[in-house]
């Protein structure tokens, strides 16, 4: 007989239900059993039986209560911390930042925090701590019920509660979060979400004595309390206000730091120094009151003043903080791949940036930057500096570039459809604190537009030197000052000029070419495409003198010399595409458009992958990437990372050598743009070999130079915050005016230093043969034939050129 699903269906829901209904009435059966066991303990009993068996009922029950709220009974409770966090807890960090040498030079952090152990406290500190928060921390285990009962009766009474949380009890709240947990379904009835909070604070503080000793429950709660003032934890709080250890703490200094923790603003001994000396007083009457200090004691500590050496520690503090930004971006990747924080996770990060290099770079920079900018004021007078490709002033300007600052945002969206009031408050005369050479503290009465009219007067540098045979950077100095400017021109992205033939010149020697070789420094009239006309139109680029010598030149004296006209030719001769890619492999790794004008340098890079790039010639040829960071400790000490080396073959060993001598002849050649350098080159350099190239881009907007030697490369760039900010004469503008000053400056600050011997030496001759015809005795310097000079030349934008047509272009080579 065939079986009916339906029927089946039918009999399994009558089973579940038959099973419900067994289930609801062995229940009720149980129930009515222990109603009837329950009600035998009291009916007929005596009064003191009745009263036993009430306090053992509540017992039970808040007993059972806390097992709810603690596993969260029916969603009813929320979540409570777990056994893993109380073992772990997530604690704030400060994170370390060291120098080469191990030396201290900064913090990352979200909370000034760094944890020290119990006995680099001072224990008087303790002492204090437990009298004044918690008398009987010894005796209980997480709930003071004694003290929850006395503050119960003075809300009773008084109507005035009064704390009853224990130390344990704190430092739950503060550690563990316990208030920013969930209190579940029942935490929506008014009143019953602060008793579901309490109450997971109570468990979770009996949890915490269970598995840690009273000492450990001290030592991170000293370390992990807030005392206000950006100051979280013992060791901070300690330097903070007194600019001390916690275990050079005194009594008095302790009552203090006690005093704060009642009500961080109310007690704060900067903030409020009569309610914190009498907040001190009462914690030193305390301690008095329980014994540990005598009346005479107690007396003479509360007639003492507080004696501050105050002074709040900020992220910003301490030396080299455009590289130690630089250090965060580059970590940034890095922490997100591997779940960590650089702000809270306790890192300790060593780098390779030298300190004493650094202090020169940053006097080089100043020293030298404050001449051009003198020289820049006397050049442009009272005139705007701003011009457009004529030399005309750019109307509307500084009122464009006001509105990308933070005042005019922030008052756009303040008044969102009332750009009156906007203007007037942007032209409104108040105290503004601006940048000076001479005046670190100049304050003025000017209006918000009138400061960025003021600002954008100032040039920008940007400066860093690295190890050539490892990478390593040993200085970088992000601009003239981080507290007025904090956007970094090291990593900022600029046209690099004539400092870009490096790489043409490099990717000639690669292919056969040899220093010696020739080529005509002539006019060049090419047609290229203008994709914004769509139309052909002329590109004449010009030699930086403005006229040509209709010579054949070798390529020492072309590069040398930086002649523009056989660079071009060169450049175009061994194929656009090859010199993007050798660039690519030398270390660019900004996006290059292959274009004619790519080998003048039309293509943006940023000054640290420049000097990197020259760093792979004095290394024979070796590539690697910028090394800021060789090795990180977590806050246990454990190793987390380590740089590992990765440089690799580029070029020929012959190649690179060969622009190692092209770069030493711009230094030593008759027209050499790098001769300048040699004025640097004082007594204690004499042993040292120097070379450099110096760049220049249009309209002197941006001034480059890259200055190499055996040990030590280090580079500079100089112009506007904007590409129409800057001098009008290559006298004054080009990079051997401004750019090459600093680096001399720096290189000759270092080989001075007795510490740095070991940098000192020359290129000396070729590991490898070479035939000396190829690189020697060719050096040549030309004069202009009139032939070729171009009147119009220096009217036309050598850099600024479309991409090649196709006719001239390789389908898949636009950019590399």
Wanted: proline residues 5%.
């Amino acid at each position: 007989m065939p079986i009916d699903n339906n029927e089946c269906a039918k009999m399994e829901t009558n089973d579940n239900e038959n099973l419900l209904v067994l289930a609801w009435r062995k229940f009720r059966n149980g129930w009515r059993r222990f109603k009837a066991w329950y009600k035998g303990l009291y009916r007929g009993k005596p009064w003191w039986r009745k009263i036993l068996v009430a306090l053992a009922t509540l017992v039970v029950s808040f007993i059972l209560y806390l097992i709810a709220v603690d596993i969260n009974f029916l969603w009813l409770f929320g979540k409570s911390p777990s056994a893993d966090r109380i073992m772990h807890p997530d604690t704030a960090v400060a994170s370390y930042i060291y120098s080469a040498d191990g030396t201290e030079i900064g913090k990352y952090f979200d909370e000034n925090r760094t944890p020290v152990p119990y006995d680099s406290i001072n224990p008087q500190f303790f002492t204090i701590l437990i009298d004044t928060e918690d008398e009987r921390f010894y005796s209980h285990h997480g709930i003071d019920f004694g003290g929850f009962a006395a503050a119960l009766k003075d809300m009773i009474l008084h109507g005035k509660p009064r704390g009853a949380s224990t130390l344990s009890q704190q430092l739950v709240k503060n550690m563990l979060r316990t208030r920013e947990y969930s209190t579940g379904l029942l935490g929506y009835i008014p009143g019953v979400k602060m008793l579901i909070m309490k109450s997971k604070e109570w468990i979770t503080a009996t949890k915490l004595e269970m598995w840690y000793t009273k000492q450990e429950i001290l030592e991170m709660y000293a370390n992990t309390v807030d005392f206000g003032s950006n100051a979280y934890g013992i060791k901070t709080a300690a330097k903070t206000y007194f600019d001390k250890s916690p275990l050079q703490l005194n009594q008095q200094e302790c009552a203090v730091l006690v005093g704060i923790l009642k009500a961080t603003s109310t007690y704060n001994p900067r903030l409020n120094p009569k309610n914190s000396l009498r907040r001190r007083n009462t914690v030193l009457d305390n301690t008095r009151r329980l014994g540990h200090i005598t009346k005479q004691e107690c007396d003479s500590l509360q007639a003492l003043p507080i004696e501050l050496n105050y002074s709040v520690e900020s992220a910003y503090d301490g030396p080299a903080m455009y590289f130690r930004q630089a250090v965060a971006a580059e970590l940034s990747q890095w922490c997100d791949e591997h779940g960590m924080d650089l702000n809270r996770d306790g890192l300790k990060v060593y780098t390779t940036i030298d300190m004493r290099m650094q202090q020169y770079a940053e006097q080089a920079v100043s020293e030298k930057m404050k001449i051009v900018q003198k020289n820049f004021d006397q050049h442009w007078g009272k005139q705007d500096c701003w011009v457009d490709e004529k030399g005309e002033p750019i109307p509307n300007f500084v009122e464009d570039k006001a509105r990308n600052t933070d005042v005019y945002r922030s008052l756009l969206a303040r008044y969102p459809n009332d750009l009156d009031s906007v203007n007037y408050y942007m032209n409104l005369p108040h105290r503004v604190h601006l940048f000076d050479y001479e005046n670190d503290s100049l304050y003025m009465e000017m209006s918000s537009l009138d400061s960025v009219r003021y600002m954008l007067h100032f040039l920008h540098t940007g400066f860093v030197a690295m190890d050539p045979a490892t990478g390593h950077v040993k200085a970088w100095v992000g601009d003239v000052d981080f507290d007025t400017w904090k956007y970094d021109k090291v990593t900022a992205m600029h046209q690099p000029g004539s400092t870009f033939k490096l790489f043409v010149y490099a990717t000639a020697m690669e292919h056969g070419l040899t220093p010696c070789v020739r080529r005509r420094d002539a006019y060049i009239d090419t047609l290229v495409f203008n994709e914004q006309k769509r139309e052909m139109e002329h590109w004449r680029p010009t030699n930086a003198s403005g006229h040509f010598s209709g010579a054949d030149i070798t390529l020492r004296s072309a590069f040398a010399q930086s002649i523009n006209s056989v660079a071009v030719r060169v450049g175009n001769e061994v194929g656009l595409p090859l010199v993007a890619q050798t660039a690519r492999d030398m270390g660019i790794t900004s996006p290059l458009d292959v274009t004619l004008a790519l080998s003048l340098g039309a293509s943006d890079v940023n000054l640290l992958e420049l000097v990197n790039s020259y760093c792979t010639v004095v290394n024979d040829g070796r590539a690697h990437s910028p090394v800021l960071v060789t090795h990180i400790l977590d806050r246990e000490g454990n190793e987390i990372y380590r740089a590992r080396p990765d440089d690799h073959q580029v070029l020929t060993y012959r190649a690179a050598w060969l622009m190692v001598q092209m770069l030493m002849a711009g230094c030593t050649d008759a027209g050499g743009t790098s001769m300048a350098l040699n004025g640097y080159k004082t007594a204690p350099l004499y042993d040292t070999d120097f070379g450099g190239k110096t760049g220049t881009s249009n309209r002197h907007a941006d001034a480059w130079f890259i200055c190499v030697s055996p040990k030590l490369v280090c580079g500079a760039w100089v112009g506007g915050e904007y590409r129409q900010i800057h001098f009008r004469t290559g006298a004054l503008g080009q990079g051997s005016k401004t750019a090459l000053p600093i680096c001399g400056l720096f290189m000759q600050k270092v080989l001075s230093d007795p510490a740095y011997r070991e940098l000192h030496g020359r290129f000396g001759p070729p590991k490898q043969f070479i035939d000396p015809a190829q690189y020697q005795d060719c050096s040549e310097s030309y004069e202009p034939d009139s032939l070729y000079y171009d009147t119009d030349s220096l009217d036309f934008d050598s850099l600024e050129v479309n991409p090649l047509p196709e006719s001239l272009t390789p389908p898949d080579t636009t950019a590399v």
